[in-house]
């Protein structure tokens, strides 16, 4: 009997290490997520729509939406990619996009652009 309850105690124990809680978060944290979640947010209004031109006014696409990155330190333009480009959503950082005129641009050439993955949806 007692070989049983040590069996079982052991098997409590393996399966319990190997289940964790969820890791603390500092307040200082979810300000942080909260701030970039509000900076893409007020991105929207602004960059939804508009069309996305690369090198020698080759059109990428439309920008879509305006998100934070997965790893939670930029925010990224989804842009509607044109099919002959490879098409799909593409994800673009917003500190390079450039605006001249009314022009919202980024730098690339054609393959550069063909290259870019596509979102995870």
Not at 5 to 30: H, I, N
Request: glycine share 10%; net charge positive.
């Amino acid at each position: 009997m007692r070989r049983h309850v040590r069996a079982w105690a052991c098997a409590l124990v393996m399966f319990a290490g190997g289940v964790s809680a969820q890791e603390a978060r500092s307040p200082l944290v979810d300000q942080a997520d909260a701030r970039m979640q509000l900076g893409a947010a007020s991105l929207v209004p602004t960059l939804r729509g508009r069309w996305l031109y690369a090198d020698h006014k080759l059109v990428v696409g439309r920008v879509q939406d305006v998100r934070v990155s997965a790893d939670g330190t930029t925010l990224i333009a989804v842009v509607a990619r044109r099919r002959w480009l490879g098409g799909g959503e593409i994800g673009i950082p917003v500190p390079h996009l450039r605006q001249a005129d009314n022009d919202l641009s980024v730098s690339g050439t054609r393959e550069s652009i063909q290259q870019i993955p596509l979102l995870k949806p």
